[in-house]
């Protein structure tokens, strides 16, 4: 099963991070009975005209180290691993099929709007003296002088114009042949600023009316039009400074907000089978009002409501509300919409595993922890220990090739993530997991929330020796087991030492 992940605008290319690291982690959608869904592969498509913003790049950036990793450790063709890190494969539509000759690349290329002001894209100097006045009705001075490769600024009634042309698009039509019955296709965007709110019901739409018997005639595969729909719908959850001279304002977004769930409500909830909606009203410090990315959105910390709203991902792989019918107009919906939303175990502004919930628990609260371990044991352990049993008595011998530009690359992007989603500030709600005051190679209270087991006096103690001792023993167990790789051979004896130290030294929620 191939799972198409359209993440729309600055807030879907930042769910999109959430969910990658969530994946490396070894987290890994389940079926109904619990066990890990075979052949799984993803597919992500970033949609974007902006193409400075910083969340675009480093959504861009992670998706290429992560699939560089995977193919070094499991090779390119393996779509069956069913555990471990960086187990869910993910591809390029260009991965996908033979035949489709471009579309290797994680971003959606949309050139005629990102080189584009909004009165040249839409041919203003052109239109007749009538048209062109009411062009000019429709949209103030400052809409129609948008340069729209910094974005729409929050105007989703330039976006839905400008997005338009998605559904002409050569990766539109190299998504439509890729898809095969029993794909299914999700969507994240916020519905409170320009690209998600004019892109999700445009993309949506787009899907759906191929279906439709005066869009068949477009030479594209319309498989994709019954396709399982789902969507996470982002409303306001960070806070930016007040500026009179930006376009942009805080106070508009509650509004829109309601605007596009009125709209939604009546126009498009039927196309969709699971709708996820998620909002944070505490908001954060302000962050930057810099709608013309003058300092590439550095201030845009990663948060809280991201890294849940990655688990609608997760949920929606394993959900079986896939059927979809033939309304009266000969037009594709879901047979059934259902609704999710999420709330915490308890409201603390520091949000540690005991709050999470227990989907949450049960889906990544051992991936977590182990990755956790893995990147402080590889930075500060690993190459000093390549004379130990675990790396040199068994074939292939670990080495420093396990140190590679891709990984350092994601495990860095990992170190500021985790940092910046609790950095928001005593009033809003903070992900805060992971003790970093303890000292070098001391694991035992490193996991906030969660406690390790008592023995008759005391309590366990962890530490990269014990990690050692366990690779030791896990190592002996893989010592008849063919191997593709050195990366391979380590990341399987590392899952399963570490999964061996935190069954019995740690107290897991439940």
């Given at each position: 099963m191939r799972v198409f992940v359209f993440a729309i605008g600055g807030t879907g290319a930042k769910v999109l991070t959430s969910m990658i690291m969530q994946f490396a982690s070894g987290a890994h959608p389940k079926d109904s009975a619990g066990?890990?869904?075979?052949?799984?592969?993803?597919?992500?498509?970033?949609?974007?005209?902006?193409?400075?913003?910083?969340?675009?790049?480093?959504?861009?950036?992670?998706?290429?180290?992560?699939?560089?990793?995977?193919?070094?450790?499991?090779?390119?063709?393996?779509?069956?691993?069913?555990?471990?890190?960086?187990?869910?494969?993910?591809?390029?539509?260009?991965?996908?099929?033979?035949?489709?000759?471009?579309?290797?690349?994680?971003?959606?290329?949309m050139n005629s709007v990102s080189n584009s002001k909004f009165d040249k894209f839409i041919g203003l100097n052109s239109m007749s003296l009538e048209n062109a006045d009411f062009a000019k009705l429709l949209f103030s001075k400052d809409e129609l002088n948008t340069d729209m490769k910094e974005g729409f600024y929050g105007n989703p009634n330039i976006g839905c114009i400008a997005l338009n042309e998605f559904s002409k698009s050569d990766d539109f039509k190299a998504f439509c042949e890729a898809y095969n019955d029993g794909d299914k296709v999700f969507f994240i965007g916020s519905i409170f600023g320009g690209t998600g709110a004019a892109g999700l019901p445009l993309f949506i739409s787009s899907i759906r009316y191929l279906h439709s018997t005066m869009n068949r005639?477009?030479?594209f595969s319309t498989k994709c039009s019954m396709a399982p729909i789902g969507s996470l719908i982002v409303m306001p959850y960070f806070s930016i400074a007040p500026d009179e001279n930006s376009k942009i304002s805080e106070n508009d977004?509650?509004?829109?907000?309601?605007?596009?769930?009125?709209?939604?409500?009546?126009?498009?909830?039927?196309?969709?089978?699971?709708?996820?909606?998620?909002?944070?009203?505490c908001g954060t410090e302000s962050f930057v009002n810099d709608p013309g990315n003058v300092n590439n959105q550095k201030g845009n910390k990663a948060h809280l409501v991201e890294y849940i709203g990655a688990q609608a991902i997760f949920h929606f792989i394993?959900?079986?509300?896939?059927?979809?019918?033939?309304?009266?107009?000969?037009?594709?919906?879901?047979?059934?919409?259902?609704?999710?939303?999420?709330?915490?175990?308890?409201?603390?502004?520091?949000?540690?595993?005991?709050?999470?919930?227990?989907?949450?628990?049960?889906?990544?609260?051992?991936?977590?922890?182990?990755?956790?371990?893995?990147?402080?044991?590889?930075?500060?352990?690993?190459?000093?220990?390549?004379?130990?049993?675990?790396?040199?008595?068994?074939?292939?011998?670990?080495?420093?090739?396990?140190?590679?530009?891709?990984?350092?690359?994601?495990?860095?992007?990992?170190?500021?993530?985790?940092?910046?989603?609790?950095?928001?500030?005593?009033?809003?709600?903070?992900?805060?997991?992971?003790?970093?005051?303890?000292?070098?190679?001391?694991?035992?209270?490193?996991?906030?929330?969660?406690?390790?087991?008592?023995?008759?006096?005391?309590?366990?103690?962890?530490?990269?020796?014990?990690?050692?001792?366990?690779?030791?023993?896990?190592?002996?167990?893989?010592?008849?087991?063919?191997?593709?790789?050195?990366?391979?051979?380590?990341?399987?004896?590392?899952?399963?030492?570490?999964?061996?130290?935190?069954?019995?030294?740690?107290?897991?929620?439940?």
């Open positions: 066990n890990s869904i075979k052949d799984l592969s993803v597919v992500p498509i970033l949609v974007d005209p902006h193409e400075g913003n910083a969340g675009l790049q480093d959504a861009t950036k992670l998706l290429d180290d992560y699939r560089s990793i995977r193919n070094t450790i499991y090779g390119k063709d393996s779509a069956s691993v069913e555990e471990g890190f960086f187990s869910v494969k993910i591809e390029t539509l260009k991965d996908c099929q033979s035949n489709i000759t471009k579309c290797d690349k994680f971003f959606f290329s005639e477009t030479g977004w509650i509004i829109k907000s309601r605007s596009a769930i009125s709209y939604y409500e009546n126009n498009m909830n039927k196309y969709i089978n699971n709708i996820y909606y998620i909002a944070d009203p394993s959900d079986d509300n896939t059927e979809c019918v033939e309304d009266d107009m000969q037009r594709a919906v879901a047979s059934r919409t259902v609704y999710y939303h999420y709330g915490l175990n308890s409201d603390s502004k520091y949000v540690t595993f005991k709050e999470l919930g227990k989907d949450t628990l049960e889906l990544l609260e051992k991936p977590l922890m182990k990755f956790h371990l893995l990147r402080l044991f590889m930075r500060d352990y690993l190459f000093d220990m390549l004379d130990k049993p675990f790396a040199k008595d068994y074939e292939p011998h670990l080495d420093r090739s396990l140190k590679t530009r891709e990984l350092d690359s994601l495990f860095n992007f990992y170190d500021r993530w985790i940092k910046e989603m609790c950095g928001h500030g005593t009033g809003a709600h903070n992900l805060d997991l992971f003790d970093s005051h303890v000292g070098k190679g001391e694991y035992t209270k490193i996991f906030k929330g969660i406690m390790p087991k008592k023995k008759f006096i005391g309590y366990h103690d962890i530490d990269a020796g014990v990690i050692k001792e366990s690779l030791n023993k896990s190592a002996g167990h893989y010592k008849n087991v063919k191997v593709s790789s050195i990366a391979n051979r380590w990341y399987l004896i590392m899952n399963e030492a570490l999964e061996e130290i935190i069954n019995d030294k740690y107290e897991i929620i439940k």
